[in-house]
């Protein structure tokens, strides 16, 4: 299993990213996909979930309304588009499979988001 983050950065407040995780080894297609969430001394959270399907998916409280997954089967990739931002979504992020549980011992390296005036 190969997870392989992106696209994170450093913005103000209000302001937007869109992550992005390539995946490999493993099919893809058939596993539920998830974004989450680490700060240094704490758990990481779960943000986002993706069905197989791509339909319906789902966010924690924090990420609803202004967070949105999506994912690409054929590319086995998934995205997470970040939306008015605030210094609480700061943090390095992860992809995974599984909702909202991740199926997988390894992660990759995350991409840091930092918001910030």
């Not at 596993?31 to 979930?49: D, F, I, L």
């Not at 319906?56 to 931002?85: C, E, H, V, W």
Request: glycine share 12%; net charge neutral.
């Amino acid at each position: 299993v190969e997870l392989a983050e992106s696209g994170g950065g450093s913005v103000q407040p209000g302001g937007s990213l869109t992550l992005s995780c390539a995946t490999s080894g493993f099919p893809f297609f058939a596993y539920p996909m998830s974004w989450y969430r680490q700060n240094p001394g704490k758990a990481r959270e779960w943000v986002a979930g993706i069905p197989r399907s791509g339909i319906d998916p789902t966010y924690s409280d924090t990420a609803k309304g202004r967070f949105t997954i999506s994912r690409d089967n054929d590319r086995s990739t998934i995205s997470l588009q970040m939306n008015d931002l605030k210094p609480e979504d700061t943090g390095t992020y992860y992809c995974n499979g599984g909702y909202p549980n991740p199926s997988f011992n390894r992660w990759g390296q995350g991409t840091q988001v930092t918001v910030s005036p």
